[in-house]
């Protein structure tokens, strides 16, 4: 079948049914069923193929291109074949860890997407529910965790385990990420699914500790004591004494 493409990503035009690519004064081909006698797709595969455009632009911390694909007709909130959107993209990336330029990167691609409407607090059914605090805390994320929470974003939304972000975070012994929540006033004695608060967690990967980036679950626990937390141990300890 033809289309009537003309500099592809420059003639994308919004018709009835979402993106098309068309040439000027050209009707659509993909709403004339005479081509070809079956209803076609409401998306062309030029679009589909601006929108994979951006979600690997967004998870190489490419910002410009970013800003292309999104100038090119690729949508901020659509998502991927898993329901992940661009922010996903973008926090999911090879930016996990403590380099300063990674993070530099980060911070400034996040802080566009935000400042361009990006839905802060979307759960991933395809990560059990997770948001996008939890994603950037879990990971160690501090640039993009601190873009998040200073934009509003909700950081006692759970996941679908009852998990909060101070919960991932702390289980995963990251510490940068723990301070910043318990600072912002993560609630450090919630529970989740099991039962089991934020304190108990770092507990458990502390001994589980199979030597994640970053990872410090010293300071992480100290960090927990610190706000309030009280090992579940202890307790048990003085039940019986009494």
Same mark, same amino acid.
């Given at each position: ?5 003309? &500099? ?12 098309? #690519?068309?040439? @000027?004064?050209?009707?659509? @081909? ?10 076609? @797709? =409401?998306?062309?595969?030029?679009? %589909?193929?601006? /929108? ?17 694909? !999104? ?24 930016? /996990?860890?403590?380099?300063? *330029?990674? /993070?530099?990167?980060?911070?400034? #691609?996040?802080? +566009? ?7 802060? &607090?979307?759960?991933?059914? +395809? $990560? ?15 640039? =993009?965790? %601190?873009? !998040? !929470? ?15 972000? $101070?919960?991932? =975070?702390? !289980? ?10 318990? %600072?912002?006033?993560? *609630?450090?004695?919630?529970? &989740? ?7 108990? $967690? ?5 001994? *589980? ?25 202890? =307790?048990? %300890? ?5």
């Amino acid at each position: 079948m033809q289309f009537y493409a003309h &500099n592809a990503e420059r003639q994308v035009r919004k018709t009835g049914h979402k993106f098309c #690519l068309r040439g @000027p004064r050209r009707r659509c @081909p993909r709403r004339d069923k005479r081509l070809t006698g079956k209803k076609m @797709p =409401a998306i062309c595969p030029m679009a %589909e193929s601006i /929108q994979q455009k951006l979600f690997d632009a967004a998870y190489a911390l490419n910002l410009s291109a970013v800003k292309k694909h !999104l100038k090119a007709g690729a949508s901020l909130k659509k998502g991927d074949k898993d329901g992940c959107d661009v922010l996903y993209h973008a926090i999911s990336s090879m930016g /996990q860890g403590s380099d300063a *330029e990674v /993070q530099k990167k980060q911070k400034a #691609l996040v802080e +566009f997407l935000v400042s361009q409407g990006a839905d802060l &607090n979307k759960q991933y059914k +395809f $990560l059990s529910g997770w948001t996008p605090v939890i994603m950037a805390a879990s990971g160690g994320q501090i640039a =993009a965790l %601190e873009v !998040l !929470l200073q934009a509003g974003a909700d950081f006692e939304k759970t996941d679908d385990y009852k998990f909060t972000a $101070l919960m991932r =975070a702390a !289980l995963n012994g990251q510490a940068a990420a723990v301070k910043q929540l318990l %600072e912002k006033g993560a *609630e450090v004695l919630k529970k &989740n699914g099991s039962k089991a608060d934020a304190l108990k $967690l770092a507990l458990e990967g502390k001994k *589980e500790d199979s030597g994640q980036t970053g990872a410090d679950y010293g300071a992480t626990i100290a960090l927990l004591k610190k706000f309030g937390a009280k090992p579940a141990e202890k =307790a048990t %300890e003085q039940k019986h004494a009494g």
